[in-house]
């Protein structure tokens, strides 16, 4: 046991190596690196003492102690020190003797040692003696004949037992040992037990090297038999050509046979003949043959003519797409419609190709295999994910060494039949570069006038793709080029709702769940109302896969408060308090509405990838020369409303009761709070709008109304998109009245149908900015009735013609939870 005490001033410094030992009259380079150690060899230097090196026991010891060094080392010289960049060390030290460590103390940063010379014992030049050494020069003439880097006469000249005690260790320098292995002949004073330790280790070398060796010898044997057998093989080959006994005929005939019955079109029959006649006249185990075979084979293993039929029964179809997914309904009408064609019309073999285009985690993946679930047909996933290659779509041609044909083609082997459902996953993430443009190469492929030829550059023959059924997933629509984007009948899949997503969690998630961990429902209870807040404060997300984490997690925690006393737990109901205990407070809070002073506040309705929130928008006027200042992380498009908003207000000064220079001696500042959250679109036009003109004209808002709508110099209020998440976000917030603009009026009874009552929502369609600030502001907001003024009412005498609406603005967020105001 090392004792820990007060060291006087002849100790020695303590010097710990990782992975390396040093053995006496041996001279090797360290770098020092660590403060301990630098203190160490300054120590040592200063006072022109020896030093104790040791190795640590474990290496991954940041910062040893005395317990955690060898208490066996090297009593060392440091012969030379050269300071190298960023302070550290290289020394030069030589090993002088095997020394024991016996106390330690901690010094100024660095730890001080006694230590206790282990002289070598059994110096006697015996009888036993002098028969291991020779052993061991015996063993070491072996070793240095398989081993030319060590050298040969290093045991020559060896008269006394100090010159053998000298030479055993340096041996033990040049030998392979571990690290282990060195530490163990370093423990040894006695010469004879390390002489015989050495030698067994020198042993075991030797049998690796000879083994070494030996395969060695076997695999060029290998070769050589591999050249005799080839070229025996090939005298056997010309003389069995020359007596009409070739056997490479018979694989060949077979092959043949097996491509009448496949039924293959006339140009891949020329192709496949073609290359047969040439693979006749080839060597067998020539490369040009195997690339031949290989080709061969390929076409052969597609599926031709193979046809899967499809399930016909609209109920069966319908019934399978219910019980895998919930809501998503555009996309199972869709389906539905295809097999009602179907079985209306028995000529039909075209396929649609579908994108789904949605937020992560909504189901577009699994509503593909559900897809060829209904249909009864084949299923094979692509995922195009960061493909930047136009040859993994086409394939490779065959001139290049491995090539294979592309992805497509590839997935119609794994398929088997020549209509299965190709789902083209990520198809919004692909990319280009030089070696070409993945989106271009499925231009031809998502056609259906052009994919009943699609030519893969490895098969260089046509290959029909009409009839099958592809389904294409994206995030988003920026990511998909144009030309590929018109080619795809595109069905987009909003987030789900919180009501929507607790009926998933109760009706798919859960069962999946107690399924996987072996619990029955009635051992795990989760309320409805626990539920709906999980939902809410717990996640945000567009899909549900946070919530299948967290609805695993609550299952996991209860089969743990099961098993600890199973004689009085039988089963766990989630009550408010587990679930803070379980997960911790609440993740996610709704916005919290200010209700106090509302004059310059106006509140506004946002979409982002989560679903929807409410947009407060903050104005204030102060002293300046006309500034306008726009703060919160506002994107281009936001900005440009502000300015259309102002100019606006400008336009109609008079009827507002603002002097036509209002704008000269103030300067207008615009926020937007979370300014860490990225903000952009150009919904938010009608809510800034109202901010400023309550600012300048001192006329608070309602706290209750929100509202949604691009503005126009004119005053006009113009479609705008994401409605379903604003409108819920309004009912989870307590709005009651929702200004909308006129043009989405068609778009809001749609939404109805689908989410049901909006509750004590109020929806207000205006198609003027007038409108709003009537149904917003407290007061009446005109200094002179409206009707006086011709100006005020333009947008009435010439309303906007009633166009479809307008297209969402998707601009790429920074990040996930970046709000839109769409």
Same mark, same amino acid.
């Given at each position: ?41 300054? %120590? ?98 072996? %070793? ?117 019955? !496949? ?31 290989? %080709? ?21 179809a319908e019934e399978i797409l219910n019980k ?10 869709? =389906?539905?419609? /295809? ?118 550059? /490895? ?22 080029p144009y030309a590929l984007f018109d080619r ?49 404060? %717990? ?59 509302? =004059? ?45 908003? !102002? ?113 004590? =929502? ?50 790429k967020p920074k990040k996930p939870a970046s709000?839109?105001?769409?």
């Amino acid at each position: 046991m090392i004792e820990h005490e007060t060291m006087d001033q002849s100790a020695l410094a303590l010097l710990p190596l990782k992975n390396v030992v040093i053995l006496p009259k041996s001279i090797i380079p360290i770098i020092v690196g660590r403060a301990s150690s630098i203190a160490a060899v300054e %120590y040592s230097l200063k006072n022109n003492k020896p030093i104790f090196i040791t190795a640590q026991k474990h290496p991954d010891v940041e910062h040893p102690t005395a317990d955690d060094v060898f208490t066996h080392g090297t009593r060392s010289t440091i012969l030379q020190v050269m300071r190298m960049p960023k302070g550290t060390l290289k020394i030069l030290v030589e090993g002088i003797c095997r020394s024991r460590l016996v106390k330690s103390a901690e010094e100024d940063g660095f730890i001080t040692v006694e230590i206790q010379d282990l002289p070598t014992t059994n110096l006697d030049l015996t009888v036993d003696l002098e028969a291991l050494w020779r052993q061991l020069k015996s063993l070491y003439g072996h %070793y240095a004949q398989l081993n030319t880097k060590v050298p040969p006469d290093l045991m020559t000249s060896i008269k006394t037992p100090e010159d053998m005690d000298n030479i055993v260790d340096t041996l033990a320098v040049h030998l392979n040992l571990s690290f282990e292995e060195r530490q163990e002949i370093l423990e040894v004073a006695d010469l004879m037990d390390r002489i015989t330790k050495l030698a067994a280790f020198l042993q075991r070398e030797i049998d690796i090297l000879e083994t070494e060796e030996r395969i060695r010898g076997s695999i060029q044997k290998q070769v050589e038999k591999n050249q005799r057998e080839y070229y025996l093989t090939e005298q056997m080959k010309a003389i069995q050509k020359e007596l009409g006994r070739d056997d490479t005929s018979t694989d060949i005939s077979q092959i043949r046979a097996k491509v009448k019955t !496949l039924g293959l079109p006339a140009e891949a029959a020329e192709k496949v003949e073609k290359e047969l006649k040439r693979l006749e006249q080839m060597p067998p185990m020539s490369s040009e043959a195997v690339v031949s075979r290989h %080709y061969i084979d390929w076409i052969i293993s597609l599926p031709w003519n193979k046809v899967s039929k499809d399930t016909i029964s609209l109920e069966q179809a319908e019934e399978i797409l219910n019980k895998t997914h919930a809501g998503l309904k555009k996309a199972k009408e869709r =389906i539905i419609e /295809f097999l009602a064609a179907k079985k209306f019309s028995k000529s039909l073999t075209r396929s649609p190709i579908i994108c789904l285009i949605g937020p992560p985690g909504v189901g577009k993946t699994s509503l593909g295999h559900s897809i060829a679930e209904a249909l009864g047909r084949e299923f094979v996933r692509i995922s195009l994910g960061g493909v930047k290659d136009e040859a993994e779509i086409r394939g490779h041609r065959r001139t290049y060494i491995g090539a294979l044909p592309g992805k497509i083609i590839q997935a119609m082997k794994k398929a088997k039949t020549s209509n299965p459902v190709i789902l083209l996953d990520e198809i919004d993430k692909m990319s280009s570069d030089f070696h070409g443009d993945p989106a271009a190469a499925l231009l031809e492929v998502l056609d259906p006038e052009q994919n009943k030829s699609f030519v893969d550059h /490895f098969l260089e023959i046509e290959y029909d793709l009409s009839k099958v059924m592809f389904i294409a997933t994206a995030n988003h629509m920026e990511g998909i080029p144009y030309a590929l984007f018109d080619r795809m009948e595109r069905i987009v899949l909003s987030g789900y709702t919180e009501d929507e997503k607790a009926e998933i969690a109760r009706s798919f998630l859960m069962p999946k769940n107690l399924k996987e961990y072996g619990l029955k429902p009635k051992q795990f209870i989760l309320p409805n109302d626990i539920l709906k807040k999980i939902v809410s404060e %717990y996640t945000k997300e567009a899909g549900v896969r946070q919530l299948e984490r967290i609805i695993a997690k609550l299952m996991r925690k209860a089969i743990q408060t099961i098993l600890k006393d199973p004689a009085a737990v039988t089963s766990v109901t989630v009550t408010e308090g587990l679930l803070k205990e379980w997960l911790g407070h609440p993740r996610y809070k709704k916005t919290v509405l200010d209700t106090g002073e509302r =004059i310059g506040l106006a509140t506004g309705l946002a979409w982002t990838e989560v679903g929807g929130d409410i947009l407060e928008i903050e104005v204030t006027v102060l002293p300046g020369k006309g500034g306008l200042t726009l703060t919160g992380q506002l994107g281009d498009v936001m900005q440009e409303s502000a300015h259309a908003a !102002l100019s606006y207000i400008r336009s109609r000064a008079e009827n507002l009761g603002l002097k036509d220079s209002f704008y000269a001696s103030r300067d207008i500042h615009v926020h937007i709070p979370e300014g860490a959250t990225p903000k952009d679109g150009p919904s938010a036009g009608i809510t800034m709008c109202l901010a400023l003109i309550s600012a300048l004209t001192k006329n608070p808002t309602r706290p209750d109304v929100a509202m949604t709508g691009e503005i126009t110099l004119r005053g006009r209020v113009i479609a705008v998109g994401g409605l379903k998440e604003k409108i819920l976000a309004a009912r989870q917030h307590g709005i009651k009245t929702v200004l909308v603009p006129e043009e989405n009026r068609d778009d809001v009874e749609e939404l109805m149908k689908e989410i049901g009552t909006t509750d004590h =929502i109020e929806v207000v369609f205006v198609s003027n900015m007038d409108e709003v600030l009537k149904r917003a502001l407290v007061r009446d907001p005109f200094h002179k009735p409206v009707k006086e003024k011709k100006k005020g009412t333009e947008a009435k005498k010439a309303p906007a013609k009633k166009a479809a609406p307008a297209k969402p603005e998707k601009a790429k967020p920074k990040k996930p939870a970046s709000k839109k105001t769409k």
